[in-house]
Structures are given as structure tokens and as C-alpha cells.
């Protein structure tokens, strides 16, 4: 199990890694560019409007995990090897495209889950779903090449470094499927829903601190990754960035206990319920950590591994979980 929990770590480590780029659509009225962390899409489609039907405006070529993806027609059969890709697609209507998805791609409940691997593809078994489009979170073994060989096209999405990857994410997934209105309508109601959350956020002298669990092994994560981001927005600061000043744990240093005792967060978020059977018994179980003011005022908050860890539409399930914790705490400044 040990092992497990660290290559988790070290997937989300390197999958952290993206790039800057910019998304450009074209349509027959209007072009717009904006800046964004994921790569580009070009697509000559009518005006993109707030839809439940399925966009048209194919061929559509799509940029993202360095490479060009072009794609001719509107796919109609789906393989998403990525949990937050396959979350995404149904979020936005693309469920009915779907065929089948990687092992771990449990949610949402409808999702057509087989025995297909998303951090080892096979691509002859991927093949055998007849795919027309496959998604995938990182390209091991050069998956994306064989998937090309068989005529399939693939799109890499890895791991949102910021919000707006996310955003960009769900957008460059509408285009590819169809669905350029749904997705636009979801990413602009997400927008508004953190935006909301965020304004009930109350003002402090000082931030509040926190420390985030991975597993159980102590593995956090600093202000500078995906996660910290979220947690800036409800005015919390990681603990965790003494312990990875330069980045060179890519955001996500292994503390020691020492340092959790000595820097004593206000709060403290387990994201290691479902991996490692974690929750605020087992947590005060620990030497020393019934001493730590979270535990002793009942500032442990237990989430659900998976939507603290993936980049899609539930963010929104766990920073509404992050706001709702801090909200009533009083802290006195300074």
C-alpha cells in the first residue's frame, strides 16, 4: 500500500507540469483570443450559443499536451481513460458519446466503467471499443502514437496547473465533441459559483493556516500547486510551503510531523479518506496530534479523496466545502 500512495504522489507531481498557450475560436460572426494555461482550439463553426443540443462545426483541431489534434467529425464513440476527462464529458453532454472509460473513471455512476488502465493503456484493448476519439490524462509509452497508427485520434489533458486550465479543459472537450455550447455554459456557471463563494469569504488580518493530507505518510501540498489555489481563494495559507521553499518538490513535500506540531494549522483537510481509511479519530490517534488546536477544537475536516483530487466540475463540491469549514471559525489576527 505504501507504494501505491506514493506513486499517487508522484503522479500528481508530474502531471502538475503545463505550459501556456492561448485558445483562439472562430466563428462565422466573431473572433475572440484569450490568454490561457492550456494550448489552442480552431474551429470554423456558427456563433457558440448556450445549448442543450449538440454543437456542429467539424473539422475541428485542438492543441493541447504538445500536440495538434485534428478531428473531422463529430465523435460518436468515446474513450475516456482519464477520471476528470470523463467527468468533464458528462458534465457538459457528452455521456452519450461515451463507450468506455479507465477502471478508476467511477463517477459519475452512468459512466460505462470497464478494466481499461489509464496509467498502463493497452492500446490493442482500447482499439477494440472502436473508438473514434480517445482522452487521456498523460501519454505513457507512446499510447497517443499507436492510437494514431489505428486511426484513432487522442487528446492529452494533464493535470490543471491553475482554474483557468480547468476552464480551458472543459472548453477544448465541448469543441472536440460537439457540445461548444454546453461547455461554455458549464464553465460559466462554475465561474459564477466560485466567484459567489469566494465574495462570502470573510476578511482576516492574517490568513488562516492549514495543512492538506495526501496519504497518510504526510505527503501535502503548497500554496503554489492546483489545490493551494483553491484554498488561496478561501484565504488559507499552506503550512506545507516551509517544507518546499524553491519547488523542488514540485509542490508536494513529504512534512515530518515535527513540523505539522510546530506549525499548528487552524485547520486540517484529509484527503487520504478513501486511500488510506483516514478521519479525525484516526488522525488524533497519532503521537502528539491531540495536542494540535485543529484536532483539539474539532477543525478536521474529512473529504472525499476524489473530488479533492481531480480538476473538474466538482472543484466547485470541494471549495464550497473549504468556505463552509473556515466560515464560522474566529481566529484572532496576528
Known amino acids: 500500500m505504501g507504494s501505491l500512495r506514493k506513486l499517487f504522489v508522484l503522479l500528481l507531481v508530474v502531471a502538475g507540469c503545463g505550459g501556456d498557450g492561448a485558445i483562439t475560436t472562430t466563428t462565422d460572426d466573431t473572433s475572440t483570443t484569450t490568454t490561457a494555461a492550456a494550448p489552442s482550439i480552431t474551429t ?11 454543437d456542429t462545426g467539424f473539422p475541428v483541431t485542438i492543441e493541447t499536451g504538445g500536440a495538434v489534434v485534428t478531428i473531422g467529425s463529430r465523435p460518436e464513440r468515446v474513450v475516456s481513460l482519464s477520471p476528470t476527462a470523463t467527468e468533464m464529458l458528462f458534465a457538459i453532454g457528452a455521456g452519450e458519446q461515451v463507450v468506455a472509460v479507465d477502471s478508476f473513471s467511477y463517477y459519475p455512476p452512468e459512466a460505462p466503467v470497464t478494466d481499461l488502465s489509464g496509467f498502463e493503456p493497452n492500446v490493442e484493448a482500447v482499439v477494440g471499443f472502436e473508438p473514434d476519439l ?54 460559466g456557471q462554475m465561474r459564477a459559483d466560485i466567484d459567489e463563494l469566494a465574495a462570502s469569504v470573510p476578511e482576516r488580518d492574517e490568513p488562516l493556516t492549514y495543512y492538506h493530507e495526501l496519504d497518510d505518510t504526510l505527503f501535502s501540498v503548497t500554496s503554489r500547486t492546483f489545490i493551494g489555489e483553491i484554498y488561496a ?42 486511500c488510506c481509511g483516514q478521519n479525525a479519530d484516526t488522525l488524533a490517534q497519532r503521537p502528539g496530534f491531540d495536542q494540535l488546536t485543529a484536532v483539539a477544537e474539532g477543525r478536521v475536516i474529512e473529504l472525499d479523496d476524489d473530488i479533492a483530487s481531480r480538476w473538474g466540475p466538482r472543484i466547485v463540491e470541494f471549495f464550497r466545502k473549504i468556505v463552509e469549514a473556515t466560515a464560522a471559525i474566529e481566529v484572532p489576527a496576528g
Open 233 to 274: 481563494l478561501a484565504g488559507l495559507q499552506s503550512i506545507a510551503d516551509a517544507a518546499d521553499p524553491d519547488g523542488e518538490a514540485g509542490g508536494y513535500p513529504q512534512l515530518s510531523a515535527e513540523l505539522l506540531v510546530s506549525a499548528d494549522p487552524d485547520l486540517i483537510f484529509l484527503a487520504d479518506t478513501k
Open 44 to 54: 470554423a463553426t456558427t456563433a457558440a450559443t448556450t445549448t442543450t443540443e449538440s
Open 134 to 187: 480517445v482522452v487521456l490524462s498523460s501519454d505513457p509509452g507512446d499510447v497517443v502514437a499507436g492510437l494514431e497508427a489505428a486511426g484513432v485520434p487522442a487528446l492529452v489533458f494533464p493535470a490543471a496547473v491553475t482554474l483557468d486550465d480547468t476552464y480551458t479543459q472543459i472548453e477544448q472537450l465541448g469543441a472536440a465533441t460537439g457540445r461548444i455550447g454546453d461547455a461554455a455554459a458549464l464553465v
